[in-house]
């Protein structure tokens, strides 16, 4: 019996797809990389399921790719010749919502915005929200400790992972963490698998935190800048001030042109930038009459605050669309340093002279308050690479940031595409010490060989 | 040369102490736990320091105990016969303090409260405030994850550390995360050594997040109540509403009768539990007045709302006194269970029968909103080791913890104490994979043996 048969006669039927064709599909994230050619995707619609897999792939000796909505931006996801891919899509379950204890039990594959909403149901909230939350799962945020647009207030994945339930590459069961809002037995297990991309176990179910939902819905408003450095300075003096936006973008020139050109929102020649902020406190609008006076300030020569619901969400709308409309204009190359917030101005420079210096278009948006920046490289459809010039912008791109201080990723994680830069930033040390890691749980190195470390 | 005598070769003059009267006061923690005879201590100034000590130890097997301020409650900063004792609180540096980036980095033997001042001077704060912050050190609040009154509102110390300077086992420097608000390159290592106590590398520098200072001082509240049950609905009512308190605690009968015998505070007969909270919100007397509604509309006959900063001192100070009230009435084991929020009030009626059963006095306070609670059990002074019945008693706490979905220590730590209790909580794959880890890092098993793990 081929070892494929093995493990189709020890799944339910209807678990392995097989059709090369199919399997492609599985076999990508939302980057350009091209797969190579997997052996077989699983659907797994049970922990059974995924520990059935782990072993079946422990005694074969082949590598197994987790995935959840497939909506990464760096590879983590891209399956490998003769792998199988392992999605945890069709775990669906809200085994659990505790509005006393403010914590859910989900399976990985529930979809971000879902989990949101039931928690809205009880006036709570998951505070995480990556831009794909309507597609992207709990799994795939968990594995690449995403961020988002609130985290700027309520802080990243990992701020509200508070325990796990992992299956080890060998079909073993770890349990990490706990239901408590605090706890230190032992070494901290759910902070080291959240963000391991996968490659030290597979997540069948999580213990999260949710927060009170805000009363009322978010103030809102969106300021013209005239320079970066003023849109800069903007920021630094709303999060120095203490207004605590739970939301704080910035939009560079290219991307509003980007967006215009789509959509046409009147953009005026001088515009070089746009911050949009919110506020979900209980005293938001005076909170949001602050931070128009401070871009005022700062030079802004005009500040819209929202009125309705409906400016509000045209408002955010504008951020929203930044990511498609730059795909009109091509191939997108998403990358994601994060710097000391202080330097934020000097990284957007840093990033546009890098678009001049190499001829390459780059259109940024920024989580302005964290100091996370999403430059994308933009370049012709059609090619399965990049090309090199825009490889050149972005390792100047990259150089930079670690000189500012700053990180190679914010949020979307190293998957395969950081992975050439890791070891600037994390030393020869570092790096031993997490391959030693990578051991411990995954002594044969079956789990997404090559992924994060 | 003895080995010993090549480590004061290799140190600067005076780092070495070898008086085994002056070595024994360095070699315990704030337990009644007995240490062993160690070889010497050292008191390191620098990271070189801390570099010399380790190779020397790692090259004659030496047990290294790191220590800062001494102030544990779990006994991870016991030495036992043999050790080095390494000490940290001679390394005192504030290295840098950024306001713009609202972070600082600074040695291991920092003040914790002194931190705090020093972020002040710039409307900042370091929000970790463990009840010994005037004597504990960042250093040793890394160590063990160390929590707070503050932290229902800001989270534990690793919710605070962005970065870490490590020196390992084998004396190599290990930089771990950043000194961005976001990061995701590589494992955690940095949320990882964050409650190793210890047992994976000494710490000699941390990168801290900084917290804007709320621009007024909190407001606050004190409220009676007859029954446990009700002030733990009143809990429950606060944090349901959205409160958002700063500080929430809540002292039992035995506690409030310990500060009584000590302080005269005009103690009750019907007074069974005394719920302390502030806000620190801008509006924060708006929503002291919902907390006390909410306290009124559980049960409570009481409540005082303090109309001035001379008033919250003394009503914090009820708080602050608990620990040294008890210690009046004899030694004390000083235990951390935390529970889910929702079942708080039948952890604390655990206690109370717990108590009763084996005839033992234990006193009790909660951070209540997050359902940590620190049962204090009650023994004669003079006993090196407490009472069969006090462990009895203990041991029925830690179950029924468990039992409710909780922890075993919620901010003290494991240490030696905690021990025996340990694979109850995280199980056999759990504890194969922290040793493993602990190889990873320290394969001599030279850092903090026993303690931890």
């Known amino acids: 019996m081929r070892p494929l048969d093995a493990l189709v006669n020890a799944l339910p039927e209807g678990r392995v797809l097989t059709d090369p064709d199919v399997i492609d599909s599985y076999a990508r994230d939302r980057t350009f990389l091209e797969p190579g050619k997997p052996l077989a995707a699983v659907l797994a619609t049970s922990r059974d399921d995924v ?4 072993k079946w792939a422990t005694e ?83 594995a690449t400790n995403a961020g988002g647009l609130r985290c700027v207030k309520y802080g990243v994945t990992r701020d509200s992972a508070l325990g796990l339930e992992v299956v080890l590459a060998d079909g073993r069961i770890l349990q990490t963490g706990r239901r408590t809002m605090k706890g230190v037995t032992g070494y901290d297990l759910t902070g080291l698998f959240v963000g391991s991309e996968g490659t030290l176990g597979v997540i069948t179910a999580a213990t999260v935190r949710l927060r009170r939902a805000p009363a009322a819905p978010p103030a809102t408003f969106a300021a013209e800048f005239g320079s970066l450095r003023e849109a800069g300075a903007a920021v630094s003096a709303i999060m120095a001030a203490g207004c605590q936006p739970s939301l704080m973008e910035l939009l560079d020139r290219a991307t509003l042109e980007a967006i215009d050109d789509w959509r046409n929102i009147g953009l005026e020649p001088g515009t070089m930038a746009m911050l949009i902020g919110q506020s979900d406190a209980s005293d938001g609008e005076a909170v949001v009459k602050r931070m128009e006076q401070l871009c005022v300030d700062n030079g802004s020569p005009f500040v819209a605050v929202s009125s ?67 430059p994308v490289f933009i370049f012709e459809h059609g090619t399965a690479e990049p090309p090199p010039e825009v490889w050149a912008a972005a390792d100047d791109v990259f150089t930079h940031a670690l000189q500012l201080g700053g990180t190679l990723t914010g949020e979307h994680g190293v998957g395969l595409l950081k992975r050439r830069w890791l070891a600037l930033e994390t030393g020869p040390v570092a790096q031993e010490m997490q391959q030693g890691i990578k051991a411990v749980f995954d002594p044969l190195g079956l789990l997404n060989p090559g992924k994060a470390i």
């Open 308 to 374: 309705s619901p409906q400016e509000t969400e045209e408002l955010i709308g504008l951020r929203r669309m930044a990511y498609d409309a730059k795909e009109r204009l091509g191939a997108c190359l998403v990358e994601d340093v994060c710097v000391p917030r202080s330097v934020l101005p000097d990284m957007i420079m840093a990033i546009e002279a890098a678009a001049v210096r190499h001829g390459v278009k780059i259109a940024t948006v920024a989580h302005a308050g964290d100091g996370n920046l999403h």
């Open 51 to 54: 520990v059935t897999t782990l």
């Open 60 to 142: 074969h000796r082949v590598p197994v790719v987790p995935r959840g909505g497939g909506t990464g931006l760096a590879g983590a996801a891209t399956a490998g010749d003769g792998a199988v891919i392992l999605s945890l899509a069709r775990m669906t379950a809200i085994r659990e919502l505790s509005p006393a204890d403010e914590i859910a039990v989900v399976e990985p594959g529930v979809i971000t915005a879902d989990l949101d909403r039931a928690a809205r149901e009880h006036g709570l909230m998951y505070a995480p929200d990556p831009s794909s939350y309507e597609i992207s799962t709990i799994g795939g945020n968990l």
